[in-house]
């Protein structure tokens, strides 16, 4: 599982720093069945996790609901420069981790 981040290269100490990820993945729902009529497992991203620096600062629980290939969008304060550091984890235990640097000026 891959995943594509979009942060600003450069935010100012305070500022309000939006965050995007889209995440790689099919989110089979387990409602669906395959060309022979059999049930498709579900496997779905079912948590997600940001942390800055270390610190947690984002937490999403997923469920079958949401679209295949996820996007999620949510908002920090700059701090200081450092690292988002993006971990997820899937139905059947697969695991995902992205990083991402924080440039932060005064």
């Given at each position: 599982?891959?995943?594509?981040?979009?942060?600003?290269?450069e935010?100012?100490?305070?500022?309000?720093?939006?965050?995007?990820?889209?995440?790689?993945?099919?989110?089979?729902?387990?409602?669906?069945?395959?060309?022979?009529?059999?049930?498709?497992?579900?496997?779905?991203?079912?948590?997600?996790?940001?942390?800055?620096n270390?610190?947690?600062?984002?937490?999403?629980?997923?469920?079958?609901?949401?679209?295949?290939?996820?996007?999620?969008?949510?908002?920090?304060?700059?701090?200081?420069?450092?690292e988002?550091?993006?971990?997820?984890i899937?139905?059947?235990?697969?695991?995902?981790?992205?990083?991402?640097?924080v440039?932060?000026?005064?």
């Open positions: 599982m891959t995943a594509r981040i979009q942060v600003p290269r935010t100012k100490l305070g500022e309000l720093v939006e965050i995007r990820i889209v995440i790689q993945h099919p989110m089979e729902t387990g409602y669906r069945h395959d060309d022979v009529g059999h049930p498709i497992k579900r496997n779905v991203i079912n948590a997600l996790s940001c942390r800055y270390g610190e947690e600062i984002f937490r999403a629980d997923l469920s079958s609901g949401i679209a295949a290939n996820p996007y999620l969008q949510f908002y920090t304060v700059a701090r200081e420069s450092g988002l550091e993006f971990s997820w899937d139905d059947e235990g697969k695991e995902g981790l992205e990083r991402q640097a440039v932060v000026k005064s």
